[in-house]
């Protein structure tokens, strides 16, 4: 099956800096990624859509002048944390489909944030 | 309401046992219907896709859709302690978003 990755799989960082996690799809092209958030025991929330040469699309509630996203590539997004406080700690997963496989997303190992 | 509901369980059964997990959902309109397997720490694995009704076995999972009711099933034959995971159910509109179930938590006990 196809695979996804994601860098870092954990990063601990400081109130006020940035963080910036990728996400690879490394044996297909993808021109739409998606960037989920996860707390403990909860399912997981669509933070955007990626869309490879253009802007992405966020869902309501999440702000896209903190979470800032980049799809600069067929086979790279990455999903960048903004002045970083506690509250943003939590599991983020990155998913993609590959091209005409809309009913299956591959998703990435994760990325878990903690905030200091 | 939600766009899909599941109990997040925490569900415990002994080795061996029929596993019988479910969701359901409120928009007539999806289509695709996933099974997601996830380890903790980890990013969700899908087990199984089924479109529109039916169902659908791969070894010991069966996965089933009924519409008219807006329910979906996932059937584990022969539980495992390696079965020990979180069970999240997905469904789409084909070319949309993906709505996940809240995910049922499972732990097979040997």
């Known amino acids: 099956g196809a695979v996804v990755s994601q860098h870092p799989s954990w990063v601990i960082c400081k109130s006020g800096t940035s963080v910036k996690i990728e996400c690879r799809s490394l044996?297909?092209?993808?021109?739409?990624m998606f960037w989920y958030r996860q707390f403990p025991k909860q399912s997981l929330m669509l933070m955007a859509t990626?869309?490879?040469?253009?802007?992405?699309?966020?869902e309501q509630g999440v702000e896209k002048d903190k979470f800032l996203i980049n799809h600069a590539s067929l086979t790279l997004s990455t999903l960048t944390v903004t002045s970083a406080h506690p509250e943003d700690s939590s599991f983020y997963i990155c998913?993609?489909?590959?091209?005409?496989?809309?009913?299956?997303?591959?998703f990435g190992p994760g990325t878990r944030l903690t905030v200091t | 309401q939600k766009e899909v509901e599941q109990d997040p369980g925490p569900l415990s059964v002994p080795e061996g046992a029929i596993v019988s997990l479910n969701c359901t959902y409120s928009?007539?309109?999806?289509?695709?219907f996933m099974w997601y397997r996830q380890y903790s720490r980890k990013g969700p694995e899908l087990l199984m896709y089924?479109?529109?009704?039916g169902n659908k076995e791969d070894g010991r999972f069966t996965a089933q859709v009924d519409k008219s009711s807006k329910y979906i099933s996932l059937f584990i034959r022969d539980s495992q302690p390696s079965d020990s995971a979180t069970y999240l159910c997905?469904?789409?509109?084909?070319?949309?978003?993906?709505?996940f179930g809240t995910g049922t938590s499972l732990t097979v006990i040997p």
């Open positions: 997905a469904m789409s509109v084909p070319g949309n978003q993906f709505y």
């Open positions: 990626s869309n490879e040469g253009s802007k992405a699309t966020y």
């Open positions: 928009n007539s309109a999806f289509q695709y």
């Open positions: 998913s993609a489909s590959p091209p005409g496989e809309d009913y299956e997303q591959y």
């Open positions: 089924t479109y529109s009704s």
């Open positions: 044996d297909f092209q993808a021109t739409t």
